[in-house]
């Protein structure tokens, strides 16, 4: 169930926007939902999806089950109204392209409704190895969380890519279905599944890492050991 989160009206005195944020989520912890928050308060969008992936194309397969990770990421937000989960990747199996994902939304809420996808910097410069890259702002709006400071040089493709679509103000991601490249500075916290996972291994405290929720399903399920 899809709900609206209950930020501040835009200037036109509406929510508008499906922010989608995927991921491994292996497994999601506050650093995932810091990020999503931070979007929401800053921005007056209508609802942001978590969409867990089944089978990331450029990673390794995840280290427990996508059901498990889909139950994890339904477990970290059971208590905030503002953000939901969508498991299409999941329920559809096989590698994660994005470009499909996008699709099947845009046909879920129209072709007027602005649609959104949050990518990291180092996803964003990846973009190049995904598949029909050059599609996405055909779909979505993107934008990129980057860390603060950072300075990076763009390959040549994907610099043009970037300027033939670049933003002047946040206002364009609400005003029109796709099409722009938000650049968006959040400070980030310093957390990583990777740092999760590895605590695991060790029979360490993940304590205040993620939700207690999901520290007590992984505990209880003897996951990453």
């Known amino acids: 169930m899809i709900i609206d989160s209950t930020m ?4 036109k005195g509406l929510s508008k926007g499906v922010v989608i944020m995927g991921g491994t989520f292996d497994p999601i912890h506050h650093g995932h939902l810091r990020s999503a928050i931070d979007l929401l308060d800053k921005h007056c969008f209508k609802e942001l999806r978590l969409v867990p992936c089944y089978q990331p194309v450029h ?20 208590n905030d109204r503002r953000l939901c989960v969508d498991d299409r990747e999941i329920a559809r199996e096989g590698p994660s392209y994005t470009i499909d994902t996008l699709k099947a939304i845009r046909k879920e809420i129209g072709r007027e409704e602005p649609l ?14 995904w598949a029909n890259w ?12 980057a860390r603060p400071g950072w300075d990076s040089e763009y390959i040549s493709e994907l610099n043009a890519f970037y300027e033939n679509h670049r933003a002047l103000s946040a206002i364009e991601l609400q005003s029109a ?3 722009k490249i ?3 500075t959040l400070t980030p916290l310093g957390i990583s599944s990777s740092m999760i996972r ?16 999901v520290q007590e399903y992984i505990e209880n399920n003897q996951l990453y050991k």
């Not at 501040?8 to 200037?11: A, D, F, Y």
């Not at 959104?116 to 190895?129: A, E, K, Q």
């Not at 050059?134 to 969380?145: A, G, M, R």
């Open 8 to 11: 501040e009206s835009n200037s």
């Open 59 to 78: 990673k390794d397969r995840p280290n427990v089950s996508a059901s498990q990770r889909l139950d994890m990421v339904r477990l970290s937000i059971e």
């Open 116 to 129: 959104i996808m949050v990518l990291g910097m180092d996803s964003f410069l990846s973009l190049p190895t």
């Open 134 to 145: 050059k599609q996405l702002t055909e779909n979505c709006h993107i934008v990129v969380v």
């Open 177 to 179: 279905p796709a099409g």
């Open 182 to 184: 938000w650049l968006e």
């Open 198 to 213: 590895n605590l695991c291994r060790q029979s360490l405290s993940i304590a205040y890492l993620l939700p207690k929720a």
